[in-house]
């Protein structure tokens, strides 16, 4: 590739040299040409020159450090979603989009099985799916296949998918329970709305000891219920997909989407980011003598403390740290994986003073793949109600990640194609429900974190995309690296997954910032994080809400139970709020122009 095919093209975000049409069509013959023949030597020629391999990218940028008596590197030109793409160059951008999502795929499935007292096999095949299942997943939404007329299934775009925080933070929210016969209140977190109501039913086992401690015995049933719940509700999201974009963004403005971001965000980190950070989010904050959860993460740790202690603290912030450091003075390649480097980095010193379990390892296996351990698929009424509560979220995360991807990738935000890219995105997102349920994974979303890799790396190109996919896939295929992952220690874990969750908390900020803040959308937030944040801060408000209805209708107790979960998880509460709010509250005109004018207009700058 020339110089000369690169010409400067203002954009509405930076003027940046970008690669011009001409340039497109003299690197499509891969893909758009016109025998057998003409490919095969399209693909020699990809394979056997320098040109095919390196192209014309600079490298140097990408992997020099941002030090003061460094010069900066030039910046290369930004390659467009079809763009011949040199296959270096291809597969870096790929395997930086895989590792920048890693750590956001594993976190999940590590945080439901150790919620459910799952086996170490169990629990690193539970990982293992998951990179599988968003692989293959991601290169659907990625591919964006024509249905019929303007219906299509995916983007287009490097919007690749991963198992969806909303189903962790209701599955798996903080609850409190009675283990003493006296007003005591021990935290369980990764003990979850779902999963607490399972228990409490009889659907899985638990054993109570003469002093009234609570012992949860493995529950892999509940999971498969999850499972089977999770497929039935897809199909709400997929038929959403069929209405109008337009619609979506009506029912849905950023003062909806916004908020029930920000509050998934928000009670991550109290329910599991920060109780891992200090040793565990098993119950053994409390101390309970006499159980397996009286230090952190158990008794049967290599080097068990109690909750909070520096050891435990001081690993965390370790991990924190890095993060941070690596975001100051890394290259832009380990910027777009510093998650990654947080992990490494505290694995590297908890393995060297003694933190490290390695049986997870050993007992992984060196290769698998999807069913190699299977679940009871079942449905869970009382779970119906707020799954479906969560594909709604999941619709309204896809509209606003979508839109981010684009603008990234430099293609239109408005008119008849951008709504197509909706609507095959929320599509994609809905079919990847119902067939991540099949795969054993929980529901997926369009992953956000990707647009960082395009903007630093300034490759939008779907070539990257599916490199990323084939990454993904071979991690979960090769059994040992799920082991390495189930081996990390909490306190890593949670000095990660606190930034994790609070990067996610700040995503719901940022769409929030959108709004106008006139008297009305000050008031429907006010509402909303009333519910929202009082259950975050008093989780038990609503866990005696129905007690003194006595009744034997197993329906109707299923409703309550609906109900209590709803209202139990701050993003649902919250965000039901701010939909029914938004809906019937009338918009007033002169109120909005006054509070207008008294506001920077640069603040409030926001093209739909």
């Not at 775009?157 to 991963?162: E, Q, R, T, Y």
Request: proline share 6%; glycine share 10%; net charge positive.
């Amino acid at each position: 590739m020339s110089s000369s095919s690169i010409k400067e093209q203002p954009t509405a975000a930076m003027d940046l040299p970008v690669l011009d049409s001409t340039c497109v069509a003299s690197h499509t013959e891969l893909s758009t040409g016109t025998s057998l023949k003409g490919r095969a030597m399209a693909w020699r020629k990809k394979v056997l020159t320098r040109e095919g391999w390196l192209g014309d990218y600079n490298y140097t940028w990408l992997c020099t450090p941002a030090l003061p008596f460094l010069n900066k590197p030039r910046s290369p030109p930004f390659y467009g979603l079809d763009v011949d793409l040199p296959l270096v160059l291809a597969i870096s951008c790929g395997l930086q989009h895989a590792l920048a999502m890693l750590a956001g795929l594993i976190t999940p499935p590590i945080i439901f099985a150790s919620a459910l007292n799952l086996d170490p096999a169990t629990s690193a095949y539970m990982i293992s799916a998951s990179l599988i299942g968003c692989g293959i997943l991601s290169s659907v939404q990625i591919s964006r296949i024509r249905i019929f007329r303007n219906y299509y299934l995916g983007t287009g775009l490097i919007s690749v998918v991963g198992t969806s925080f909303a189903t962790l933070s209701t599955a798996t929210a903080v609850r409190f329970f009675r283990f003493f016969p006296s007003i005591v209140f021990v935290i369980l977190s990764g003990i979850g709305q779902i999963f607490d109501a399972m228990y409490k039913d009889g659907t899985c086992p638990s054993v109570t000891s003469a002093a009234g401690v609570v012992t949860r015995k493995p529950c892999p049933d509940a999971y498969g219920k999850v499972l089977g719940t999770s497929l039935i509700c897809a199909f709400l999201e997929i038929f959403m997909s069929f209405l109008p974009a337009r619609v979506l963004k009506l029912i849905f403005p950023p003062i909806v989407t916004g908020t029930v971001v920000l509050m998934i965000g928000a009670s991550l980190i109290g329910s599991s980011g920060v109780l891992n950070w200090g040793g565990g989010s098993n119950g053994c904050i409390n101390g309970t003598p006499g159980t397996y959860n009286e230090l952190c993460p158990t008794i049967y740790a290599p080097r068990p403390l109690p909750w909070g202690s520096p050891e435990f603290i001081g690993l965390g912030f370790l991990s924190f740290i890095s993060i941070i450091l690596t975001e100051i003075f890394g290259s832009p390649f380990l910027k777009n994986i510093s998650v990654i480097i947080g992990l490494v980095t505290g694995c590297i010193v908890a393995g060297g003073t003694g933190y490290i379990d390695g049986s997870s390892i050993k007992s992984a296996p060196g290769i698998t793949f999807l069913w190699v351990h299977r679940f009871k698929i079942g449905v869970y009424p009382p779970a119906i109600l707020p799954m479906l509560a969560v594909y709604v979220s999941l619709a309204m995360e896809a509209i606003g990640d979508i839109t981010a991807s684009a603008e990234v990738s430099r293609v239109k935000v408005q008119g008849p194609e951008f709504e197509t890219r909706i609507q095959g995105g929320v599509l994609g997102d809905g079919v990847s429900g119902f067939f991540s349920a099949l795969f054993t994974v929980t529901p997926l979303s369009t992953f956000a974190q990707n647009n960082g890799v395009i903007a630093i790396t300034r490759c939008a190109n779907r070539r990257a995309g599916r490199w990323c996919c084939f990454f993904l896939i071979l991690f979960g295929v090769l059994g040992k690296i799920s082991g390495v992952f189930l081996s990390i220690p909490n306190p890593v874990l949670g000095g990660v997954t606190t930034f994790l969750f609070a990067s996610v908390a700040v995503s719901g900020v940022r769409v929030l910032s959108y709004i106008k803040f006139t008297r009305r959308e000050r008031f429907i937030l006010a509402a909303a994080f009333s519910l929202g944040f009082g259950n975050l801060l008093v989780p038990t408000i609503f866990t005696h809400l129905f007690d003194r209805v006595k009744d034997n209708n197993k329906g109707l107790e299923g409703l309550f139970t609906s109900i209590t979960i709803i209202l139990s998880t701050p993003f649902l509460s919250s965000g039901t709020v701010a939909v029914i709010l938004n809906t019937v509250l009338p918009v007033e005109i002169a109120d909005s122009k006054e509070e207008n004018d008294s506001t920077d207009p640069e603040a409030l700058s926001y093209s739909e």
